[in-house]
């Protein structure tokens, strides 16, 4: 049964353009960069900008990785200053250099250097651009890339026969909802200081859990030294990330109680007339 399920599977998944399939991961991406953001109640305007800029440098920073790593098919092509061939009623696009470079579509893309480009960008942008409180963004970020990444693995592994990478995919897209469903459930049946102490609890242990599981699952593969690089780099972003959520939590709960220094006026003084200085 489970065989048929993946043999139905591809055969769906591959008769969809790879476009399309590539957009439906920044789609789902957008969807919950945007959920996590207005939960702290930032600017639409400003959730998209920082999330398109944040898709297009990641697309950039995965296609540089994807050249770099599979170089040899790009130095034995030529040069043509047409971005297609036609060679009698068929057409190929962007198959020869310099256009090459820019055939994404077809996830001819590093698919983790990608979303680690988005994890690095989005964070700069979204604390030095926009001014937005790094405990604000932090688990929005790394589980807008976790939910990314888990698609991206659903969707090859079914469209290449990798039961392998399905699972895997299923297991970073069912984290971050657990996480979700554990929170409502807190947020039910506690006060709300109790509520945010267990909250950054559970975002710590999710946040470090999936840290382990992404970068498990990446380096027991047979991967490049780029992509052992970008694993690296998450790793350290996950816990660097991680231990100023956790300074920055504890400064939002913080409460300053205001003392006025006008000292208050009895009724009997009011009635009395105010002497005025020589």
């Given at each position: ?50 999330f ?65 480009g ?55 897209l ?105």
């Amino acid at each position: 049964m489970y065989q048929a399920f993946t043999d139905n599977l591809e055969k769906v998944l591959s008769g969809v353009s790879p476009l399309v399939l590539f957009l439906l991961v920044i789609f789902v991406g957008l969807f919950v960069f945007w959920r996590g953001c207005i939960s702290t109640r930032k600017n639409n305007s400003s959730i998209f900008d920082t999330f398109l800029i944040s898709s297009f440098a990641g697309v950039i920073v995965g296609r540089i990785s994807f050249i770099i790593n599979n170089l040899s098919s790009f130095t034995s092509r030529i040069w043509y200053w047409l971005p297609y061939e036609k060679y009698g009623d068929q057409v190929y696009l962007f198959r020869l250099l310099p256009w090459r470079f820019f055939r994404v579509w077809d996830w001819g893309i590093d698919i983790f250097s990608m979303f680690i480009g988005f994890l690095i960008i989005a964070s700069v942008w979204g604390t030095i651009v926009k001014k937005w409180k790094w405990s604000h963004i932090f688990t929005t970020i790394f589980f807008t890339v976790q939910v990314m990444l888990g698609l991206a693995f659903l969707i090859l592994g079914g469209a290449n026969t990798r039961n392998t990478w399905m699972v895997e995919g299923v297991v970073m897209l069912l984290i971050p909802l657990i996480l979700l469903f554990l929170k409502n459930s807190t947020k039910v049946i506690n006060k709300r200081k109790k509520f945010n102490k267990v909250s950054l609890i559970l975002d710590i242990f999710f946040v470090l859990l999936s840290t382990l599981y992404i970068a498990y699952t990446y380096l027991v593969m047979n991967i490049s030294y780029i992509e052992k690089g970008a694993v690296i780099l998450f790793v350290f972003w996950s816990l660097l990330g991680t231990i100023f959520y956790i300074s920055d939590s504890k400064k939002d709960n913080v409460t300053i109680e205001k003392v006025s220094s006008v000292r208050e006026i009895s009724p009997v003084e009011m009635n009395h007339p105010i002497k005025l200085p020589k």
